[in-house]
């Protein structure tokens, strides 16, 4: 695994982003480890579920199916 500096990830950043997606890179500030640049297949993005509050929910459930046109007009006014 590859060591960069945080001053040569400023200065290259590009760079190593790419050489990132073949193989990981380690970055240090001062000596110390800070960050492992990684391409996506190490780590997959994880979906979030959304979930629906229960007041939204009610309010959904209260209010009545209309035209969607009138609606948007209502809430344009006069513009």
């Known amino acids: 695994m590859k060591r960069i500096t945080i001053r ?3 200065d290259r950043t590009g760079l ?3 050489r990132a ?3 990981p890179i380690q970055v240090t500030d001062r000596g110390k480890l800070v960050a492992v ?3 996506p297949a190490v780590a997959p993005a994880k979906r979030r579920k959304r ?3 229960p007041e939204y929910a009610a309010l959904l459930e209260a209010s009545p199916r209309g035209d969607v ?3 948007l007009a ?3 006014g006069g513009r």
């Open 21 to 23: 997606g073949k193989s």
């Open 8 to 10: 040569e990830l400023h």
């Open 16 to 18: 190593h982003v790419r």
């Open 37 to 39: 640049l990684t391409g």
């Open 74 to 76: 209502a809430v344009r």
């Open 69 to 71: 046109l009138a609606d």
């Open 51 to 53: 979930t629906l509050l």
